[in-house]
């Protein structure tokens, strides 16, 4: 419990320190509660298994969590079926080049392959792309961290260059930078639509949703060719 409870301290601070710096990116609790943990863990002297072992009911929790984002899919049901095509049509494509990119990147650069498995998933949710590392071969550790880091990225990177492309104009934009930010940044890009256009947080939810399942199918076929 004593692990689960520094977790939630560490929560609250980054949370306070997110809302005092007026939401900066920079600020996201994701990324300074993870430091606030991180911190903990090497002042302690305690690795991530032991971590881990001390938190699998707030783990647990993150499954309810995601689950629960299907309320606001379902108040969007209409809309959602109208777009059916051309939303699956980008689904596939971010996936795809998020998997095989990596792989094919990590394949270039000669990096071991339980480290490419590991960092094939970054762009699913953290519970979907532990799963699915460790079940490839990889390493559900350095998969989280990949998640992390591509959340923030992504959530830093999606708005700029959606509106250097234009992309975001006009009547369908929210839904266009909604789908986008969960599609790239997962759980973070959903909170960040959340602030901005939570009347779109549907999109968000969705694109995260089915990007983790795809991932997760997506590197269990390819893990058995490589």
């Known amino acids: 419990m004593l692990w689960s409870a520094i977790t939630l301290a560490a929560y609250l601070v980054a949370l306070w320190l997110y809302r005092r710096s007026g939401h900066h990116l920079l600020c996201l609790p994701v990324l300074t509660g993870t430091a606030l943990v991180l911190a903990a863990l090497a002042l302690a002297g305690s690795g991530y298994p032991v971590y881990a072992e001390a938190t ?8 309810p969590g995601v689950i629960a984002l299907a309320v606001l899919l379902y108040r969007q049901a209409a809309l959602l079926r ?15 080049v998020s998997v095989l990119g990596t792989l094919l990147l990590c394949g270039l650069m000669g990096t071991p392959m339980a480290f490419a498995l590991s960092l094939a998933p970054k762009a699913a ?24 880091a ?7 990177l999606a708005g700029p260059l959606l509106r250097w492309l234009r992309v975001a104009e006009g009547p369908q934009g929210e839904v266009v930078s909604s789908f986008t930010l969960g599609l790239v940044a997962h759980a973070i890009g959903v909170a960040r ?3 901005m256009h939570p009347g779109s947080v549907a999109f968000a939810a969705l694109a995260m949703g089915l990007n983790g399942i795809a991932s997760v199918l997506v590197l269990a076929l390819l893990s058995r060719w490589l």
Request: proline share 5%; net charge positive; with cysteine.
């Open 150 to 156: 591509t959340g923030v990225l992504g959530t830093w």
């Open 193 to 195: 639509v959340l602030q």
């Open 56 to 63: 699998r009911v707030l783990r647990w929790l993150t499954g």
């Open 125 to 148: 949710t953290m519970p979907m792309a532990m799963l699915a590392a460790e079940r490839a071969g990889g390493v559900p550790a350095v998969a989280a961290m990949a998640v992390v």
């Open 82 to 96: 109208r777009l059916a095509a051309p939303l699956l049509v980008a689904l596939a494509a971010g996936c795809l």
